[in-house]
């Protein structure tokens, strides 16, 4: 416990202490994150943020966590995380096309899998499944981070949003490990909590720092390596046992991974690359009802914890059935935001279209009579 209390203290302590610096030299340095027409902020804003939450999680989680004995062979999780590391620098600084970005992602996942042994083993039920072949674990595995990173990545439109999910899904991950006396884990997610409350400190509307693709790939690869640790141990913990470990990792980051699975597939069934920026976010949909950065940010924290918590609810029914379940009220709920803007915007039409005013009816005897 002490060891987690000072993980969280020194990276808190650390990014706290650098944000300042940071913004003030990209300042200096022009280094900002433009307007356009797919972003809300109207002025420019530096986007190097990530630097410092990157910065504070790397040494609070260096000095706190112990590598010897581990089953997770940590040092090619730091090899990953500075993989992520530049490829996120070097798209806040020179914009990346996609394609390289997935590489250099795909890297990272390779390097917790091949190297470090991070594999989900078992789908525990889905589709009928159980046991996996250890190839088709390993690819599994891979995309499977690689959705995580993209997921938080692409989450990350509102001040405030990227941080406060993974405040959330750290925070749950950290007391599991912390109770299961996990320790190693439990201070990989306190190091990531503190440096990101600190970054959020700088982050929330009016944002003065953007943590940019720097900070939001990092969040992605350390919540992808602990759900898929959660998923791996949950089932078989020593304190408390976890049913349908999996869908419960799924259901505690449902909120970034529901919304990067439901826009993925909609340009792909448009027939454009599923990396092809758009609006169809759930934060730009709930945007257009006219709603603040952080009533959005508030408004989808609640979701993540209610879904985290309908996830924990139904555990005891297993992993297909929980699955179905959060997915098709995921469904529910955006179907149910899409129907209210559409009559929104239609009241909003209705109220700006211009009303023809006649002339007024004079009864044909008040004619005669005026004649």
Not at 134 to 145: C, K, M, Q, R
Not at 235 to 262: H, N, W
Request: charged fraction near 10%; hydrophobic fraction near 55%.
């Amino acid at each position: 416990m002490i060891e987690m209390l000072m993980s969280l203290a020194l990276a808190f302590g650390i990014s706290f202490y650098a944000l300042p610096a940071i913004i003030n030299i990209t300042i200096e340095k022009g280094l900002f994150d433009f307007p356009d027409d797919r972003k809300h902020h109207h002025k420019p804003i530096p986007s190097l943020g990530g630097l410092a939450i990157y910065a504070g999680f790397i040494m609070a989680f260096l000095i706190t966590v112990s590598f010897a004995g581990s089953q997770f062979v940590f040092q090619y999780f730091l090899a990953a995380t500075l993989v992520i590391f530049f490829i996120g620098l070097k798209d806040d600084l020179l914009n990346l096309v996609p394609f390289k970005k997935f590489l250099g992602q795909v890297l990272a996942a390779s390097l917790l899998v091949f190297k470090g042994g991070l594999i989900i083993t078992n789908l525990g039920g889905v589709f009928g499944i159980h046991e996996l072949q250890p190839l088709v674990a390993e690819v599994l595995t891979v995309f499977t981070l690689v959705v995580i990173i993209n997921a938080y990545n692409l989450i990350d439109g509102v001040d405030g949003l990227a941080g406060t999910l993974s405040l959330i899904s750290s925070g749950l991950f950290a007391a599991f490990f912390a109770i299961n006396g996990d320790y190693a884990y439990a201070c990989m997610a306190t190091a990531l909590i503190g440096a990101t409350l600190a970054f959020l400190i700088f982050n929330y509307a009016p944002a003065r720092i953007f943590m940019g693709d720097t900070g939001s790939l990092l969040l992605g690869l350390v919540n992808g390596a602990m759900v898929i640790h959660f998923i791996h141990t949950a089932g078989s913990a020593p304190v408390l046992v976890v049913e349908s470990a999996g869908a419960v990792g799924f259901a505690i980051m449902f909120v970034p991974l529901f919304d990067t699975l439901r826009v993925f597939s909609y340009r792909i069934v448009r027939g454009i690359s599923p990396f092809t920026p758009d609006r169809n976010h759930v934060h730009h949909i709930l945007l257009r009802f006219g709603w603040s950065h952080t009533q959005v940010t508030m408004a989808l924290a609640v979701a993540a914890l209610l879904f985290a918590g309908l996830g924990w609810m139904l555990q005891s029914l297993g992993n297909s059935i929980v699955l179905v379940s959060i997915i098709a009220v995921g469904f529910f709920m955006i179907g149910g935001a899409l129907w209210s803007y559409k009559m929104y915007r239609r009241r909003m039409l209705a109220d700006k279209s211009p009303r023809i005013h006649s002339a007024p009816v004079i009864p044909v005897k008040a004619k005669k009579a005026a004649n």
